[in-house]
Each structure stands twice: as structure tokens, then as C-alpha cells.
């Protein structure tokens, strides 16, 4: 298949907002991919190649912006063996063979494949709520049931292998996916309630957890191999030897067990989650140690969990790790989920969960069944520029643009990101040191007074409300916007929306709900 019949299919989807022409466009490409197509194919579609992270700048893909081809005969073949050839190159001399073959590939490119090229190389292009229709081309590509690839992508993890199993395999061999100890699981997400007595009004009576400003873990044991990995499924088994080591010390031979990860102070207190996420990112281990505390237990021996109801997960995870998990009760009663919401915060914890007592985990899915409740207004956004600082500032990358996402499409393109204020209020020097070097990394053009940088970096912002702008697309502006922590754990497509943002207003009366 052409690379350019990827192109004119994205280019179809960024132009309707009908979610049927995005999957007629979608499932019309992935029916007329070759077997050995599907994967590159379907990692282009999701700007996810397979070969991950190729190494190569803004400004060196903006250097080769001229002088493309004026007909489309590029293949996904020759795009895929691209990737991977840069994938590999290293040692003496790599940047010069690096830029002859990304010579080639510009030069075999029309314009507009070239443009996408470069959002793909540098993680521009924004298809995170893609996925959802892209899961939907998929099943009707393939004549299967949707749920039937939906889980399959789900207890994989992968969009890219579920696709080619769902297009020339058997709806035996989709069915057979499921769990298996060692591969991530997309992590089952939670939406947010205003107060504890509307989480229980929505998920009934529940188990109300601490909620823990840490990072998110999935630990998986088969005998003495741990493998320990992100809320993103990036494995840092590496760089975490005490949960390797706890992990270890459980009564099971295999487990797959959620959870989140931080350190304690010498009083057992919680280290502020900048602390912990600079020791969960360090690839060696450091004097701070990480503290693993499960909240759910997915797989026990040979039994898979995750079509259980939670009480049952509760109670065989308080059978094989009583000593690791997170503090919480079984309730229906506001005024003792109140009580135990404020011993939460008096612990120095971020607020509560509340999840309905017979949910299943539904991986990969943000419903109602799980939903978190904090005191204060946080909120994950994306980092769209940074302006240059002024006095002591001038050196580095100080003023953050900042973005929700538009998961609707309802001010553009779904997936993009609305601009909805700007901050440079709590950054410490250490902060912009490193915000300095990494945003450098991430220009892709410029704005005044600074650069625009790829919307990938997701950074935590603590806000006193929000309020109605005329200066923003989206019709909203943060109040008092100062960053609270960046968060690596976390992916672009995973930032709250404009839409909870706009819940906030005065009036609104909309339940927000996290995107």
C-alpha cells in the first residue's frame, strides 16, 4: 500500500467530525493493507511506530522541508524500514547516515506525506481519542465484534498486534487474548466527583481508598521473574529493586497486581510527589526508596480477576498482601466516608477514591465506576510553548502555554489541545533548569517571545477556579494557575479536558468529568 493512502485517510478524519466517515475512512485503508502492512500501518494511523522513539529533532526533519516528490509513490514498506533503519543507527559517523536517510525519505515524499512524516517522527500528531475509532475500523475491517477487539486491545496493550490478529486471524484466536504475566494491561482510569457524598451517589456503596500522590505501578510476578511497569506501560522493572523485592516475598507464584508507588519520610510520611517521581526516574537506585501499595490484584495463580466484582479482588488481595494495601473501607454512609476522606488528608494524602464495590476492572476504560475526589482544584494539562524568562529568568524556559484537551473536536480537531493559560508561578530553579534542557528537545517552531514545543509533556497545575475568557478559543482561563509537578507517569492523551475546565464556570452545572 501507498504511505500516501495513510495520509489521505488522516487527512479525511481531521476533516469531519462524523465519527462514521472517521471509521469508513479508517476501516476502508486497514481492508486493503497486505498482512505484513497491518502493524507499521496501524502504528502510523495511531502515532505510535513500532520501532518507538527515533531520535531525531524538529530541526533537523525541518531542515529537509523542501524538495519532495510531486506523486505519491513512498510505500508503508519503505516507511517502516526507514523508521527502522534510524532506529539503529549509532557510533561514529551516525549523523551523517541518519541524515542521508532522512535525505531519501523527504526526497520520496510528497509535501503533505512529508508533513505527516515529520508529526509522526516528533509525537505531533495528536490520535490518543483516535483510538476509540480506530478500535472501531479495526472491527469492521475485519468483520469482527467491536467489544471482541476492544478487550483483546485492552489485556494486550497493543493496538498494532491486536489489529493484525483481527484482520487475518480467526475470531477464535481474537478471543483468545487475555491475560498473560509479564505483558502490561491498560490500566482501568477514574473520572472525578466534586465530594464524597456524589461518589457515592453515582457508584453506590464502595470502597473508599486513600488516594496517594504517587506514581502508578502494575507489578507482575510469574515465580521469581517481576517485571514492574508504568500507568503508560513503559517497563521500569530497572529502576525499582525494593518492588522488585517486595514483589517477590508475596505467597503466590504468579500475580499481577495495581497500585501506586511513593516515599515515605522518616516518620512514614509522604515525600512530596516531586521527590518520589525523581527517584522512580532515576535509572539507578537511590537513598530515597519506593514504598509499592496495592489497591487491586488482577491475576492470582492461574486465575484471572478482572471479570470479578471488586469485593472479590479485595479480598484476595488482602489475602496475599495484607500488609501493602492502600487504607480503605467498605461503605455506603457519607458521613463515614467523610470521616475517612479527611483522615486521608490529615495522613497527607491527595484526597479519596471511591469505587463501586461490585465493579469489574475494565481495563483501558474511564467510567463511573471509579471516581476520585480532592479538596483542591488540580489539573493535568499540556505544555503547548514556553516564552523565555525575564531578570534572573533570562536564561532559561520559564512562562508555560498551557492546553486541555479537546476530546469532542467541539473548538477544532478532537484530540487537539486549547490553550487556557499561562504560568510560570512555582517552578524552582531546579524545575527550570530541567524544563529548559527538555523543552529545547521539543521545539517545533516559534512563538513570541519563546517556542512552540510538541503537546506531549504533561505537567499538574493547582488552580483557585476558572473564569470566562474572550482571549481563549475554548472560552475559559485558569485563575491563579501555579505548577504543582510534572508528570512523565502520564501521556498527552490522558490530560483533562476543556470540557471539565468548562465545568468549572459559574452556571455550568455539568458533573466534570476527567478526560
Not at 509513490?73 to 523508521?83: G, K, N, S, Y
Not at 466527583?193 to 457515592?200: D, K, R
Request: proline fraction near 3%; glycine fraction near 10%.
Amino acid at each position: 500500500m501507498l504511505f500516501g493512502d495513510v495520509q489521505v485517510a488522516l487527512e479525511t478524519v481531521a476533516a469531519t467530525r462524523s465519527r462514521l466517515a472517521k471509521v469508513d475512512a479508517l476501516a476502508d485503508v486497514l481492508a486493503r493493507l497486505a498482512p505484513d502492512e497491518i502493524v507499521p500501518a496501524v502504528g502510523f494511523l495511531a502515532a505510535a511506530p513500532r520501532q518507538g522513539r527515533l531520535g531525531v529533532g524538529w530541526r533537523t526533519l525541518a531542515a529537509r522541508a523542501a524538495d519532495h516528490a510531486a506523486v505519491a509513490t513512498l510505500t508503508v514498506a519503505e516507511v517502516d524500514a526507514a523508521f527502522e533503519r534510524l532506529s539503529t543507527i549509532s557510533g561514529s559517523g551516525s549523523t551523517a547516515v541518519r541524515e542521508a536517510v532522512l535525505d531519501e525519505l523527504a526526497a520520496r515524499a510528497t509535501a503533505a506525506e512529508w508533513h505527516l512524516l515529520v508529526r509522526i517522527v516528533t509525537g505531533e500528531l495528536r490520535t490518543g481519542a483516535l483510538e476509540g475509532v480506530l478500535l472501531d475500523a479495526i472491527a469492521r475491517a475485519g468483520d469482527r465484534e467491536g467489544t471482541l477487539v476492544r478487550r483483546a486491545a485492552m489485556l494486550s496493550g497493543d493496538l498494532r498486534e491486536t489489529a493484525a490478529i483481527a484482520l487475518t486471524g480467526s475470531v477464535d484466536d481474537l478471543a483468545s487474548v487475555g491475560l498473560v504475566v509479564g505483558r502490561g494491561v491498560q490500566p482501568m482510569l477514574a473520572s472525578t466527583a466534586t465530594s464524597v457524598g456524589e461518589g457515592l451517589t453515582i457508584a453506590g456503596r464502595a470502597s473508599v481508598e486513600y488516594k496517594l500522590d504517587g506514581a502508578r505501578v502494575q507489578v507482575h510476578r510469574h515465580g521469581d521473574d517481576v517485571r514492574v511497569f508504568t500507568r503508560t506501560l513503559a517497563d521500569v522493572t530497572h529502576r525499582v529493586p525494593e518492588i522488585v523485592e517486595v514483589a517477590r516475598a508475596l505467597p503466590v507464584t504468579d500475580a499481577i497486581l495495581d497500585g501506586e508507588t511513593l516515599s515515605l519520610d522518616e516518620d512514614g510520611a509522604p515525600r512530596p510527589f516531586q521527590e518520589t517521581m525523581a527517584r522512580f526516574g532515576a535509572e539507578t537506585a537511590r537513598e530515597i526508596a519506593l514504598h509499592p501499595w496495592f489497591f487491586d490484584v488482577l491475576h492470582v495463580d492461574g486465575r484471572d480477576l478482572i471479570d470479578e466484582p471488586l469485593s472479590v479482588r479485595r479480598a484476595e488481595l488482602e489475602r496475599i498482601a495484607p500488609a501493602l494495601r492502600i487504607p480503605s473501607i467498605v461503605t455506603g454512609d457519607s458521613a463515614e466516608a467523610d470521616e475517612f476522606s479527611r483522615a486521608a488528608l490529615r495522613a497527607g494524602h491527595e484526597g479519596v477514591m471511591v469505587k463501586g464495590i461490585d465493579s469489574l476492572y475494565t481495563a483501558g476504560r474511564r467510567g463511573k465506576s471509579w471516581l476520585k475526589v480532592k479538596p483542591v482544584h488540580t489539573f493535568d494539562l499540556v505544555v503547548l510553548a514556553v516564552e523565555r524568562g525575564s531578570g534572573r529568568r533570562s536564561e532559561w524556559l520559564s512562562n508555560l502555554h498551557l492546553g486541555a484537551r479537546d476530546a469532542r473536536g467541539a473548538f477544532g480537531e478532537a484530540d487537539r489541545f486549547v490553550m487556557v493559560g499561562k504560568t510560570f508561578k512555582g517552578l524552582t530553579d531546579d524545575l527550570l533548569r530541567w524544563q529548559t534542557a527538555h523543552f529545547a528537545e521539543r521545539e517545533t517552531g516559534a512563538v513570541a517571545g519563546g517556542i512552540r514545543v510538541v503537546p506531549d509533556t504533561v505537567v499538574e497545575i493547582a488552580i483557585d477556579g476558572v473564569q470566562r475568557s474572550s482571549r481563549y478559543p475554548g472560552g475559559v482561563a485558569l485563575r491563579f494557575a501555579r505548577v504543582k509537578a510534572y508528570r512523565p507517569d502520564k501521556s498527552a492523551a490522558e490530560a483533562d479536558t476543556i470540557d471539565t475546565l468548562r465545568a468549572l464556570l459559574p452556571g455550568a452545572g455539568a458533573h466534570p468529568e476527567e478526560g
